[in-house]
């Protein structure tokens, strides 16, 4: 009797510190994070997801083998160790053995081996999957030449796995971290049928977060709380994230001020607002603007029309217009982009932006090329940033002199201008390369042909120039990568403008929340929030 009295007490009082901690109103984990984006996830199955609202949600509701910590350092993720062979051509993983699903379910090896052969399967159709090759047989296998049974993913027992590779891989932990290596419960997704990523009912997740129920509203809002099954090294602080889906961001800092969001990703044209403000600015990785030209367009199809209108641009002149925080560059890889320890810039220098003065001389030979008399009409699309809107401007102004036509530009949102590029929707539009690590790699490989991100250029030269690349990521391969900037400067695919760093602007009651170098990812597994916003509903 008195044994079943003290587990009661025990019982009781645990069940008393939960209720106790769960109705703190000072409690910074009892606090809802407001994070404001333009982007809407199309889907948030990892595997076939390649944009940026995407990306967002899934590093917070999913969790790989390893993960990114802070200043993009590789700490445990579902494996709480792992082991590398001396040649680097074999991994093995050793899984937490509490790792579970959000559904109370235990995340298994067999979990990530599903989710990698999913991600090579043919019929998934994934445009990520190519970053992903080193791993043995996964091009044959994706390209349908080998059998998904020969991929070198091997799941031995529960808690270990085995990843064997085709060739090193310098960065291959860093790409464990990213959507197409994270892991997928076969029977669930089984049963999803068909509609894997596309509602909060039909995602079964294992980070640090997961969807709440009714959570996702397309178009308006996602809401993510605290997964109670969660068992990771770093427990989430906050209750949940509220991420508010707008098309048109508004005014962002003055909405951290009045304190009805607490941070998002700002504009050039708000930086300077921002720190007149005082509000909280962190600036990561480093972006190139340029302008790209749709070599698929009937306007922009000829090489010499696009050379012709690279041509007579007046750089010092566009140098006057470029965004507060920025700087001009020729490079379309970064400067910040590393082969090894070392800088990429560095070995090579910059890239030598196209010079030729002849640029009427060159549009007439496109012209007679195209056996047409005018150069075809066309619209500059840009984003709705009033400083870029500048240089729009000035690039009609330049080009209607030259082309005898009346240009026009149009405004539109980032996200619809992300969504635009990706389905070949425009002319010539001033964008941001979204590159995802510092690899010079992780930029040419935009340009690849089927790539989500940037799919206008459809060149087997190109394409077999960046197959080289990604077999050796050595010094070996600096001619290759050379080349394949050349091909883009020299076709006029990319036009870089300026460089500088993603901005997001944080209210003061919010801290710790990590905002990752590429890929334009916040983590807020270890955010807080000082107690006074919304709470945990």
């Not at 019929?123 to 390209?143: P, R, V």
């Amino acid at each position: 009797m008195c044994k079943k009295i003290t587990i009661l007490a025990v019982a009781v009082a645990l069940l008393l510190i939960q209720c106790s901690c769960r109705i703190n109103p000072d409690a910074p984990e009892d606090q809802i994070i407001n994070y404001r984006t333009s982007y809407e996830p199309f889907t948030l199955d990892p595997q076939i997801a390649s944009d940026a609202a995407a990306r967002l949600v899934i590093m917070n509701i999913f969790e790989g083998l390893v993960r990114l910590g802070m200043g993009e350092s590789i700490i445990p993720g579902a494996a709480e160790s792992w082991d590398i062979s001396e040649d680097r051509l074999e991994y093995t993983f050793h899984i937490r053995k509490d790792a579970k699903w959000s559904d109370g379910t235990f995340l298994t090896a067999d979990d990530f081996l599903y989710g990698l052969r999913r991600t090579f399967m043919p019929e998934t159709g994934s445009d990520t999957a190519k970053s992903l090759y080193c791993i043995k047989n996964a091009e044959s296998i994706q390209k349908g030449i080998a059998d998904i049974t020969t991929l070198g993913v091997i799941a031995d027992g529960r808690d270990t796995l085995i990843i064997q590779l085709e060739y090193p891989e310098p960065d291959f932990l860093q790409l464990l971290t990213t959507p197409p290596a994270m892991p997928c419960q076969e029977d669930f997704f089984e049963r999803a049928g068909g509609q894997y990523g596309r509602a909060w009912e039909k995602l079964l997740t294992n980070g640090a977060f997961c969807i709440k129920k009714n959570g996702w509203e397309h178009g308006e809002y996602i809401y993510l709380r605290r997964n109670e099954n969660y068992n990771g090294i770093s427990r989430p602080v906050p209750a949940g994230i509220d991420i508010e889906i707008a098309a048109d961001t508004g005014d962002m800092c003055r909405d951290i001020r009045e304190g009805s969001i607490d941070c998002g990703e700002i504009y050039a044209s708000e930086i300077k607002t921002a720190e007149e403000t005082g509000l909280s600015i962190m600036a990561t990785g480093e972006i190139v603007w340029g302008i790209l030209f749709n070599t698929e367009s009937k306007a922009l199809r000829n090489t010499k029309l696009r050379q012709g209108l690279a041509a007579v641009l007046d750089r010092e002149k566009l140098k006057d217009c470029i965004p507060y925080g920025y700087s001009m560059t020729g490079n379309i890889i970064p400067d910040s982009a590393m082969i090894g320890d070392t800088a990429y810039r560095q070995i090579v220098g910059n890239n030598e932006i196209w010079k030729i003065k002849e640029a009427k001389e060159l549009i007439s030979r496109g012209l007679r090329e195209e056996k047409a008399e005018r150069v075809p009409e066309f619209v500059i699309l840009c984003p709705d940033d009033e400083q870029i809107q500048r240089i729009a401007s000035d690039l009609i102004e330049i080009w209607n002199g030259l082309t005898n036509r009346y240009i026009n530009k149009k405004t539109v949102t980032i996200s619809e201008l992300s969504e635009r590029i990706s389905e070949g929707d425009y002319t010539i539009a001033i964008t941001p390369l979204a590159v995802t690590g510092t690899a010079p790699l992780n930029t040419l490989q935009l340009f690849e042909t089927g790539s989500r991100n940037i799919r206008a250029l459809k060149s087997a030269e190109y394409d077999s120039i960046i197959e080289g690349i990604r077999r050796n990521q050595t010094i070996g391969s600096l001619d290759k990568i050379k080349k394949a900037e050349r091909y883009l400067t020299e076709e006029v695919i990319f036009y870089p403008l300026f460089k500088g760093c993603r901005y997001y602007c944080c209210s003061e009651e919010v801290k710790r929340v990590i905002f990752h170098s590429y890929g334009g990812e916040a983590d807020f597994i270890k955010a807080v929030k000082r107690p006074g916003g919304r709470k945990n509903e």
